[in-house]
Nanobody, 123 residues
Framework: QVQLAESGGGLVQAGGSLRLSCAASGRTFSTSAMGWFRQAPGKEREFVAGINWTGGSTNYADSVKGRFTISRDSTKNTVYLQMNSLKPKDTAVYYC????????????????WGQGTQVTVSS
């Protein structure tokens, strides 16, 4: 059974940092592009960041550029999201996702989703 398990969420003050992890199990995702999405209360889920299968190409939503960094360790089947200079508007449930294909930008919806981890940024 394929699973994506996020961890690392929590409560942090504005200006602080968090590092999210997404551990994949059930199959290897070394040839898949991976992504992070988020959903704030009352809003639709939105794209945050993506990384291609080699880790050599990334893309970000404008709202997080320069503050968030996505990375991957394919030997550990894990993807990370380093979040710095957090703002209250970053408060959301963050989801990890795996695409069927390995390239960016992704042209289809992710194939697999994690259950999400809550990030709350206080002012």
């Amino acid at each position: 059974q394929v699973q994506l398990a996020e961890s690392g969420g929590g409560l942090v003050q504005a200006g602080g940092s968090l590092r999210l992890s997404c551990a994949a199990s059930g199959r290897t995702f070394s040839t898949s592009a991976m992504g992070w999405f988020r959903q704030a209360p009352g809003k639709e889920r939105e794209f945050v960041a993506g990384i291609n299968w080699t880790g050599g190409s990334t893309n970000y939503a404008d709202s997080v550029k320069g503050r968030f960094t996505i990375s991957r360790d394919s030997t550990k089947n894990t993807v990370y999201l380093q979040m710095n200079s957090l703002k209250p508007k970053d408060t959301a449930v963050y989801y990890c996702a795996a695409y069927k294909f390995g390239f960016l930008p992704a042209t289809e919806e992710p194939e697999y989703w994690g259950q999400g981890t809550q990030v709350t940024v206080s002012s």
